[in-house]
């Protein structure tokens, strides 16, 4: 007996919201504590640098291992690999480190400090993705979500502790604290799941030409989303200022409001869609993926709604009026992220289910013939509009991949799946947006009515199945 897909959904979701607002209070906390240059250090050297690393550090190897069927076999590869690399990328930044960091704008003084919360956090986080991958592949989705949360939730722990508690507001020490929350999750996880994990461990097999083809084919299509936001930082950290990439980044640390409900896709349509046996039980079943996609993805268009009338609240509220600049652009990103959506769906599941991934490298080819264009049309657009340039060409390229998505796909049933009824969520959408523009509700209250009215219009129109939520009390067979 197990739980249906819309508890592991939920929790999931649930696990997401403490990881996301652990990880914006943490931000919060820094925020106050320093200046805003040496905000933009530590969220470039601690999250964005070795985020943009970590598509090397892990590869495929993380859609690989999620795999339900075969994944398993390939996870003494993936740890053996992920350690090489980090080694590999720690000792090219080691020797390089002036070049590069005269390239982004940031001190060399004290660089070893900095190199060393980069390597820490970079070698933590290549193993724990691999952890979370087998993880997931085995649809162990409780203990995946778990070990996903565990590092952010533990950093705002620490940080709180440093800046309340011991008053500690030098620079070097704050940024190593916030380093070391992966290192201490990677070490206690290690020794809780040792035994059970290494049966998979011991034995390091090389993935089979399908399977790595299989790998690569969604890793190098969901990467798109997140590489091109790194790089985005990166280019307005050289084109701008260090100053403007932590503006930058707080823009994107409110759109993690939508993120609950893309990261939840993500998360359960590659597992589902490899051990589907049949494509419409999957989509068009009631509590199957389909289902459960557009549960989500009405509530990402509800977190788009919301951040279109309430981001400056947002920022004032969580970051102080220091960072409002950011505000003026998170409506234009949160629009991007519809888009992204509707891509990743499309491609996971259609990868997913196909027996030929070559069938699919006119999409491979794609994504990374944008990845490479972007950043000259970043800099371009900075170069002729200023700071707005960099989220015009964010929503640019994600718009233009979600349109050659549908046209290269031949089958975009998961499209049909995605938009049935949508005029009733079209509905939902708009007497929501009229509240707010007509009674014009203060932030808080005017988030619980809105959402309130929202959700009600969804069920009681029935684009959402009242069945969603009494399954989340029940047991599957």
Same mark, same amino acid.
């Given at each position: 007996?197990?739980?249906? $897909? =819309?508890?592991?959904?939920?929790?999931?979701?649930? #696990?997401?919201?403490?990881?996301?607002?652990?990880?914006?209070?943490? *931000?919060?906390?820094?925020?106050?504590?320093?200046?805003?240059?040496?905000?933009?250090?530590?969220?470039?050297?601690?999250?964005?640098?070795?985020?943009?690393?970590?598509?090397?550090?892990?590869? #495929?190897?993380?859609?690989?291992? =999620?795999?339900? /069927?075969?994944?398993? *076999?390939?996870?003494?590869?993936?740890?053996?690999?992920?350690?090489?690399?980090?080694?590999?990328?720690?000792?090219?930044?080691?020797?390089?480190?002036?070049?590069? !960091?005269?390239?982004?704008?940031?001190?060399? @003084?004290?660089?070893?400090?900095?190199?060393?919360?980069?390597?820490?956090?970079?070698?933590?986080?290549?193993? &724990?993705?691999?952890?979370?991958?087998?993880?997931?592949?085995?649809? /162990?989705?409780?203990?995946?979500?778990?070990?996903?949360?565990?590092?952010?939730?533990?950093?705002?722990? &620490?940080?709180?502790?440093?800046?309340?508690?011991?008053?500690?507001?030098?620079? #070097?020490?704050?940024?190593?604290?916030?380093?070391?929350?992966?290192?201490?999750?990677?070490?206690?996880?290690?020794? *809780?799941?040792?035994? @059970?994990?290494?049966?998979?461990?011991?034995?390091?097999?090389?993935?089979?030409?399908?399977?790595?083809? !299989?790998?690569?084919?969604?890793?190098?299509?969901?990467?798109?989303?997140?590489?091109?936001?790194?790089?985005?930082?990166?280019?307005?950290?050289?084109?701008?200022?260090?100053?403007?990439?932590?503006? +930058?980044?707080? =823009?994107?640390?409110?759109?993690?409001?939508?993120?609950?409900?893309?990261?939840?896709?993500? +998360?359960?349509?590659?597992?589902?869609?490899?051990?589907?046996?049949?494509?419409?039980?999957?989509?068009?079943?009631?509590?199957?993926?389909?289902?459960?996609? /557009?549960? &989500?993805?009405?509530?990402?268009?509800?977190?788009?709604?919301?951040?279109?009338?309430?981001?400056?609240? +947002?920022?004032?509220?969580?970051?102080?009026?220091?960072?409002?600049?950011?505000?003026?652009?998170?409506?234009?990103?949160?629009?991007?992220?519809?888009? $992204?959506?509707?891509?990743? +769906?499309?491609?996971?599941?259609?990868?997913?289910?196909?027996?030929?991934?070559?069938?699919? @490298?006119?999409?491979?080819?794609?994504?990374?013939?944008? &990845?490479?264009?972007?950043? !000259?049309?970043?800099?371009? $657009?900075?170069?002729?509009?200023?700071?707005?340039?960099?989220?015009?060409?964010?929503?640019?390229?994600?718009?233009?991949?979600?349109?050659?998505?549908?046209?290269?796909?031949?089958?975009?049933?998961?499209?049909?799946?995605?938009?049935?009824?949508?005029?009733?969520?079209?509905?939902?959408?708009?007497?929501?947006?009229?509240?707010?523009?007509?009674?014009?509700?203060? !932030?808080?209250?005017?988030?619980?009515?809105?959402?309130?009215?929202?959700?009600?219009?969804?069920?009681?129109?029935?684009?959402?199945?009242?069945?969603?939520?009494?399954?989340?009390?029940?047991?599957?067979?």
């Amino acid at each position: 007996m197990k739980r249906p $897909l =819309s508890f592991y959904t939920i929790f999931f979701i649930v #696990c997401m919201v403490a990881m996301k607002v652990s990880g914006i209070l943490s *931000k919060i906390v820094l925020a106050r504590a320093i200046t805003p240059y040496e905000y933009g250090i530590i969220t470039l050297i601690i999250i964005s640098f070795p985020n943009m690393f970590q598509l090397l550090t892990n590869f #495929c190897l993380h859609d690989l291992l =999620s795999h339900s /069927r075969r994944g398993r *076999k390939y996870f003494g590869f993936s740890i053996f690999y992920s350690v090489f690399v980090s080694i590999l990328i720690g000792a090219v930044v080691f020797i390089f480190h002036n070049q590069i !960091f005269d390239f982004l704008n940031l001190p060399l @003084k004290n660089w070893h400090v900095l190199f060393m919360g980069f390597f820490i956090v970079l070698i933590s986080n290549a193993i &724990l993705v691999d952890m979370t991958g087998i993880l997931r592949g085995l649809k /162990r989705y409780s203990q995946t979500t778990i070990l996903a949360s565990l590092p952010p939730v533990l950093k705002l722990f &620490l940080i709180l502790i440093a800046v309340y508690l011991l008053n500690i507001r030098d620079f #070097c020490t704050l940024l190593l604290i916030f380093a070391i929350s992966p290192l201490i999750v990677l070490i206690g996880i290690s020794i *809780k799941e040792w035994r @059970k994990l290494f049966k998979y461990l011991k034995n390091i097999n090389i993935p089979s030409k399908d399977m790595f083809l !299989f790998g690569i084919s969604i890793f190098t299509i969901s990467l798109f989303g997140g590489l091109n936001q790194a790089i985005s930082k990166i280019i307005v950290s050289h084109d701008l200022g260090i100053e403007y990439q932590g503006y +930058f980044d707080i =823009s994107f640390t409110l759109v993690t409001l939508l993120g609950f409900s893309f990261a939840a896709m993500q +998360f359960i349509s590659i597992p589902e869609a490899t051990g589907a046996r049949n494509k419409r039980d999957l989509l068009f079943k009631t509590g199957g993926l389909g289902d459960i996609s /557009r549960a &989500l993805f009405s509530f990402l268009l509800f977190g788009v709604i919301l951040l279109y009338f309430y981001s400056y609240q +947002f920022v004032d509220l969580l970051f102080s009026h220091r960072y409002t600049i950011a505000a003026n652009y998170v409506p234009i990103l949160a629009v991007g992220y519809i888009f $992204l959506f509707v891509q990743q +769906f499309l491609a996971y599941v259609n990868i997913s289910l196909s027996e030929d991934i070559k069938g699919y @490298k006119q999409l491979i080819f794609i994504t990374l013939l944008l &990845l490479i264009i972007s950043p !000259f049309v970043t800099h371009m $657009l900075i170069q002729s509009s200023g700071f707005i340039g960099a989220y015009i060409s964010i929503v640019l390229f994600l718009f233009l991949y979600s349109l050659i998505t549908i046209i290269l796909l031949e089958d975009i049933s998961p499209l049909y799946a995605l938009l049935f009824k949508i005029e009733r969520l079209i509905l939902s959408i708009l007497i929501t947006f009229l509240f707010l523009i007509f009674f014009q509700p203060p !932030f808080i209250i005017g988030i619980s009515i809105s959402f309130i009215l929202y959700i009600s219009i969804i069920f009681l129109s029935g684009y959402l199945k009242k069945e969603l939520i009494s399954d989340l009390f029940t047991y599957g067979t």
